[in-house]
């Protein structure tokens, strides 16, 4: 922070990008957790004296100001009530099902808007306090979306972008919400709002049309009082150099090769990294490969299934239901088909180091990303940019975001249709290595040249400019 206690250059997410590492003497430190966007961000901190401004991730927790890693963080309590109410209850039981095409039914409770609206107001105001004399705000994601307006009204000189990492839904599901329009002024707030994907710009500017005074005037919304709001697609990456540098180390590939005869050195190993979430499709991946083993299209010598189901939101009811239905269908597939030290699928439900990770990617031979719906989905473009040997294919559901850029080089897929997923996922199983070479140079060349620090630059010159 500069003298003054303020920023030039201020991001708003509802967490800090550190984790508290609390030492053997009991001290307190703060380690930069390994999260792409502040990765890309970091540069633009440090340029701009930067500020920070989200929660620790405990209840109640309040440390003073503090600076780590070239930047300044301003950390906003939550009690444990809000916690439940707007973290677990709006956030991820209202908003997150509804804008995922209501895969699981979104629960409306007005106590939850109210501790929504009221930790948006704290957010707003910390970041208020923060921010120089016209200083540029990046608001980010489905949590905080009625920052912008909020903040607008507190400090008017400040410009200010959002960028949405989920999926905008339709008219026909976003109508459900019963504070629609508070939603959408909240977001009409920002100068800039960004999208993963073109259609979700669509959507956004039409209800915005519907439900609030906006009017498109060309290819900007003006709102009912006059002001201009751009809304574009600015669709999300990764960072390709750390991907790529684990996926070149040499112990990196000789896990890989572990891995490989871990699990039985079987023809194809297939994989799925994912957080045990509804959206991420899983039980249509595991019924398409369970029927490919029952109809002896595929033997467990032939192929074996990793999947990784990272745990998330266990304090949310629907997650606790995935995971025992998830689990159930690999306690089933293994049961049926499985042999004394070859069960057909290895389930993981853990986290793991990045290292394993990208030692996993270089084992699978095929990669099946299948969600329902997902906003971009950077497991995708890890697996093409830790492919440097060009060879492995990529599944990909046409309901990521990522199918946008991939379509033309992975095997795109509806997961609702099991036998078309049946037949993809044997396709891509039986692709010559011509052919995977050719499809992964392409998928690797988009991904390569348009990285993170390439979405972090766009977005904020877009900003700057409107
Ligand atoms: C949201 C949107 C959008 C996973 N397991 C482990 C681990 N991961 C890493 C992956 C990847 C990230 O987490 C997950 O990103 P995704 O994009 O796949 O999915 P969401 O978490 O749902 O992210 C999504 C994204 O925001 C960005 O805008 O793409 O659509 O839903 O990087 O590799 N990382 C480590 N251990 C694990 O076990 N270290």
């Given at each position: 922070?500069s003298?003054?206690?303020t920023s030039s ?13 609390v030492?053997?003497g009991g ?6 957790s ?7 961000l ?5 340029a701009y ?5 989200g929660w ?11 600076s ?10 939550l ?10 209850g709006?956030?991820n039981a209202?908003l997150?099902?509804l804008y995922?095409?209501v895969?699981v039914?979104?629960e409306y409770?007005r106590?939850w808007?109210?501790?929504y ?7 707003a105001a910390?970041?208020?306090e923060?921010?120089d004399?016209?200083a540029v705000v990046f ?25 949405l990492?989920?999926?905008?839904p ?6 459900q919400?019963?504070?629609r ?5 909240g977001?009409l707030g ?9 259609g ?9 049309e519907?439900f609030?005074?906006a009017s498109a ?6 709102t009912d ?10 669709p ?11 996926a070149?180390?040499p ?12 699990v ?7 994989l799925?990294?994912?957080r045990?979430d509804?959206?991420?499709?899983i039980g249509h991946r595991?019924k398409?490969f369970g029927?490919l083993?029952?109809d002896?299209?595929?033997?467990p ?24 239905e998830?689990e159930?269908?690999v306690g089933r597939i293994?049961g ?11 389930y993981?439900y ?6 394993e990770l990208?030692?996993?990617l ?6 099946v990303?299948t ?7 950077l497991?995708?473009k ?5 492919r440097t040997?060009?060879?492995g294919a990529?599944?990909l ?7 946008d850029?991939m379509g033309t ?5 509806n997961?609702?249709d ?7 996922m ?5 692709v010559?290595?011509a ?6 140079k392409l998928l690797r ?5 348009h ?6 630059h766009?977005?904020?010159a ?5």
């Amino acid at each position: 922070m500069s003298t003054t206690g303020t920023s030039s250059f201020v991001v708003v997410a509802n967490r800090l990008p550190v984790d508290r590492v609390v030492t053997p003497g009991g001290e307190t430190t703060w380690r930069r957790s390994p999260g792409g966007l502040v990765t890309a961000l970091a540069p633009v901190m440090r340029a701009y004296d930067g500020a920070w401004v989200g929660w620790t991730g405990s209840p109640d927790d309040a440390p003073e100001p503090f600076s780590t890693a070239d930047m300044d963080l301003r950390a906003v309590p939550l009690s444990a009530e809000e916690i439940t109410l707007y973290y677990e209850g709006f956030s991820n039981a209202t908003l997150w099902p509804l804008y995922h095409d209501v895969i699981v039914p979104p629960e409306y409770h007005r106590e939850w808007w109210d501790a929504y609206r009221q930790v948006n107001e704290r957010f707003a105001a910390a970041a208020a306090e923060v921010a120089d004399e016209n200083a540029v705000v990046f608001v980010q994601d489905y949590q905080l979306q009625l920052v912008p307006q909020i903040l607008r009204s507190m400090r008017p000189d400040l410009k200010i972008g959002f960028f949405l990492h989920i999926p905008f839904p339709p008219q026909e599901l976003f109508a459900q919400l019963p504070w629609r329009r508070q939603i959408l002024e909240g977001l009409l707030g920002a100068d800039l709002i960004g999208f993963q994907r073109d259609g979700a710009v669509g959507n956004f500017e039409s209800l915005a049309e519907l439900f609030t005074g906006a009017s498109a005037v060309g290819d900007t919304l003006v709102t009912d009082d006059g002001r201009s709001v751009r809304a574009r697609a600015f669709p999300i990456s990764i960072q390709v150099d750390e991907v790529a540098r684990l996926a070149e180390d040499p112990e990196v590939q000789a896990r890989a090769a572990t891995i490989r005869e871990e699990v039985g050195s079987p023809r194809h190993i297939m994989l799925g990294v994912d957080r045990l979430d509804y959206t991420k499709g899983i039980g249509h991946r595991l019924k398409a490969f369970g029927e490919l083993l029952r109809d002896r299209e595929v033997t467990p010598e032939d192929a074996v299934f990793l999947q990784v189901a990272t745990p998330s939101r266990e304090r949310v009811e629907a997650y606790q239901t995935l995971r025992d239905e998830v689990e159930l269908q690999v306690g089933r597939i293994n049961g049926d088909y499985g042999r004394i030290g070859t069960p057909a699928v290895h389930y993981l439900y853990s986290s793991y180091e990045r290292a394993e990770l990208v030692a996993l990617l270089r084992a699978a031979d095929v990669m099946v990303v299948t969600p329902l719906r997902d906003g971009m989905n950077l497991v995708a473009k890890e697996y093409v940019t830790a492919r440097t040997d060009l060879r492995g294919a990529l599944v990909l559901s046409e309901f990521a975001g990522a199918a946008d850029e991939m379509g033309t080089g992975a095997f795109l897929v509806n997961p609702h249709d099991i036998d078309g997923l049946r037949r993809t996922m044997m396709a891509a199983m039986r692709v010559d290595d011509a052919e995977a070479e050719q499809r992964m140079k392409l998928l690797r060349d988009h991904v390569i040249s348009h990285d993170i620090d390439r979405w972090a630059h766009d977005f904020l010159a877009a900003l700057r400019a409107v």
